[in-house]
């Protein structure tokens, strides 16, 4: 979908428009269901998470007026739900946990891996919003394992300005993590 379809489905979207508002479900679905998937690991949970999604979409679509990237929004909708989602997770596990009368190690087991899992959560969430170019090197550099030489080699830019941005990078994850060593301790 060209950014100016998305814009004009979005306009007719915000009069309350079913067919412009079908339009971009049909293209944002899958790819919202599969985001959320990538997250939780459940297909069924990620489907109706998407739904509510466009649920909600659609309630308050008037409010869609002052959004510059329909998909930016959408996405962020749905990392805010996949937020929610653990945060309900932790509570619900945490209540249940209390109620087994669970052992000490069997509860330090949970509580890091639900720990581990937001923690997963929060820096996927910061590399997606690191400018384009810095979340490219960053994700060669952490997740394909290339070296410097080579992501520079590829990217045709120098060794050092891949350096820079790997840099930068890892202190805006620093300071993800800082927060959420704070909230959590």
């Known amino acids: 979908m060209t950014v100016d379809l998305e814009n004009e489905c979005l306009k007719k979207l915000i009069l309350g428009d079913h067919k412009s508002f079908d339009r971009l479900f049909m293209h944002y679905h899958p790819r919202l269901k599969n985001f959320l998937f990538g997250f939780i690991k459940n297909e069924e949970e990620a489907c109706d998470m998407a739904q509510e999604i466009f649920f909600k979409i659609w309630q308050n679509r008037e409010s869609l007026a002052q959004v510059n990237s329909f998909r930016a929004y959408l996405f962020r909708m749905a990392r805010n739900m996949v937020y929610d989602y653990y945060q309900y997770n932790l509570v619900k596990e945490s209540y249940q946990t209390k109620h087994k009368q669970a052992s000490p190690d069997t509860e330090d087991l949970i509580e890091q891996e ?22 490219r090197i960053f994700k060669m550099s952490r997740q394909a394992g290339l070296s410097n030489d080579e992501i520079s080699q590829q990217l045709q830019i120098s060794k050092r300005t891949v350096e820079n941005h790997i840099t930068q990078a890892l202190a805006d994850l620093r300071k993800v993590l800082l927060c959420f060593v704070q909230l959590f301790l």
Request: a neutral charge; charged letters at 35%.
């Open 114 to 135: 639900i720990y581990a899992k937001e923690l997963s959560i929060l820096i996927d969430m910061e590399v997606e919003q690191m400018p384009k170019k810095r979340q």
